[in-house]
């Protein structure tokens, strides 16, 4: 009775035919014309109230009704279309507001997130009941799945892209927004027969297409150039999808991710410009090198990410040099860079200067950090030939070693690491410089040893072993120069706990080691 009493008390239009009283409206009927109702200009001119009703009506006419109402061949069922038109009214009820492009993003507080957080939130309840629908119809003995496939290959895109909006912590998001999300993409992927995320948009079998391409259709309006501002959910929603998508699917779907990040990447706001070259390094890891390598490909998002090691913000700089260690791998083993006679300057080459240029007159202790933490991985990846940039990389070294940057010293602890790999690959050039790195490593241990400022004792206790790391392997490189160097310096230290340090490279047995032998020894020991 419920149900037969919901369902006489839409207005339906008139078909110029006489109705049998004894039969209750079809979907065919009911649909549609909620349709018509919600787009009126009366339920519009109402405003939110009216709709919001009429969206609760239906909550409750589908709640109701079982899967047969809506997917059976008796009584006439819903067509596919019908139920695209219906997601996509709903979709634009609860739609965020749009914004300017180039304008600043709007505020949590701002009253147009509440209202559309709301109304996404009574939208979500509706798809979760047709999702519901679909499911015991993908089960049902009498509809079996095609009944429904070509329902859900409509409306499935869309739900996704609506689900994901909502799900993360934004300003536009509310609590009950977020849960009733979440629940909305739960109860799709039991639909479509996936056990996650990314099962969904690959395939949940092998051979199986998943529902990327579906997803990155209903996104493509909004991934412009001139539309992907207005949206403020659209960059956040096409990050989070792409990021759940790996190898070797993405490579796939290669034409139709990269143009957003590159869009993004050269976007004059620093949030922009994070998300787009993290959604780059994510293709770069994830794409095969031949694949980035065709059409020029990875010469073009180096170019695009070379260009923000200008940047003086330290997260921008971090997530830079994250992707550019990545794609300098993809470069590098492109057929140019192959040949006998290689070019002056390897890609490698060419960011190690220009990062060394930065960190020679850096001042600001975050960025100091990050590029301190990631220089190892550049001397780790030249190998041999750090030793032509030596003549830059050692006044770096000294001028990182004689700073402090705070309690934990994260700076001077990555910079005692990157001249231990230095020392380790470029060992017949470091007697040059010994006087220079012998006078810095002793001052840092002096500085340190004398400390009274609230460092920890274990951050001190790891400086100084660093430092005894790297004394250690120069008297091994230089044939026992350290030990003579130092005679005099432990007669005269008055620390006793700098002189313990002094002491394990003064009892160090002398030997000289070839390369091999110093990049498998342990000096920690």
């Keep these: 009775m419920e149900q037969r009493h919901l369902l006489d008390s839409l207005p339906l239009a008139s078909s110029g035919t006489q109705q049998d009283p004894s039969k209750c409206p079809t979907a065919e009927q009911v649909l549609p014309q909620f349709l018509q109702l919600f787009a009126s200009k009366g339920a519009q001119q109402a405003g939110s109230k009216a709709q919001a009703g009429m969206v609760r009506d239906l909550l409750a006419i589908l709640e109701a009704v079982d899967c047969h109402w809506l997917f ?98 934004k300003p536009w998001s509310r609590p009950r927004t977020r849960s009733r999300a979440q629940e909305l993409l739960e109860d799709l992927l039991q639909a479509s027969g996936c056990q996650s995320v990314p099962e969904f948009l690959r395939g949940a079998r092998g051979g199986e297409e998943g529902w990327f391409a579906e997803v990155m259709q209903c996104l493509k309006p909004e991934l412009t150039k001139e539309t992907w501002q207005r949206n403020p959910a659209t960059k956040h929603v096409f990050s989070w999808t792409l990021q759940q998508v ?69 997260k921008l700089v971090q997530v830079v040099l994250l992707c550019l260690l990545d794609l300098l791998a993809v470069l590098e083993k492109a057929p140019q860079w192959l040949s006998h006679k290689p070019p002056s300057a390897t890609p490698s080459e060419e960011v190690l200067r220009l990062v060394l240029t930065q960190m020679e007159v850096e001042h600001r202790l975050s960025l100091r950090r990050v590029y301190a933490q990631n220089l190892t991985a550049f001397v780790e990846r030249l190998g041999i030939q750090i030793a032509r940039h030596l003549k830059k990389l050692q006044p770096v070294i000294v001028g990182y070693l004689e700073i402090a940057d705070g309690p934990e010293e994260a700076a001077r602890l990555a910079t005692l690491e990157t001249l231990k790999q230095t020392i380790q690959h470029a060992w017949p050039r470091m007697s040059c410089h010994l006087d220079v790195l012998l006078k810095a490593l002793l001052k840092l241990m002096w500085d340190v040893a004398t400390d009274r400022s609230q460092t920890p004792d274990s951050v001190r206790a790891s400086l100084l072993q660093g430092a005894t790391e790297c004394l250690l392997l120069l008297d091994r490189c230089s044939h026992g120069q350290v030990k003579t160097l130092l005679q005099g310096v432990y007669r005269c230290c008055q620390d006793e706990h700098m002189k313990d340090y002094l002491r394990k490279v003064q009892e160090e047995p002398t030997r000289s080691l070839s390369y091999a032998e110093l990049k498998r020894d342990d000096v920690s020991s």
């Design 72 to 169: 059976g061949d008796c009584p006439p069922k819903a067509t596919p279309t019908v139920l695209s038109n219906l997601v996509a009214a709903l979709i634009q009820y609860g739609a965020l507001p749009q914004q300017e492009a180039g304008g600043g993003e709007l505020s949590s507080d701002h009253p147009a997130f509440s209202a559309a957080a709301e109304q996404a939130a009574d939208a979500s309840q509706v798809f979760r009941s047709l999702l519901a629908k679909v499911t015991v119809a993908r089960n049902a003995k009498n509809l079996g799945a095609a009944a429904v496939d070509s329902v859900l290959h409509q409306v499935a895109g869309p739900v996704y892209v609506f689900a994901v909006t909502h799900t993360a912590k």
């Design 246 to 314: 790996t190898r070797p699917w993405l490579s796939l779907h290669l034409e139709k991710v990269l143009p957003l990040p590159l869009l993004l990447s050269d976007d004059y706001r620093v949030e922009n410009k994070i998300l787009g070259v993290q959604c780059l390094h994510h293709i770069v890891c994830n794409v095969p090198a031949a694949e980035l390598c065709q059409f020029n490909r990875a010469q073009v998002l180096y170019h695009a990410i070379f260009n923000h090691l200008y940047s003086k913000e330290a």
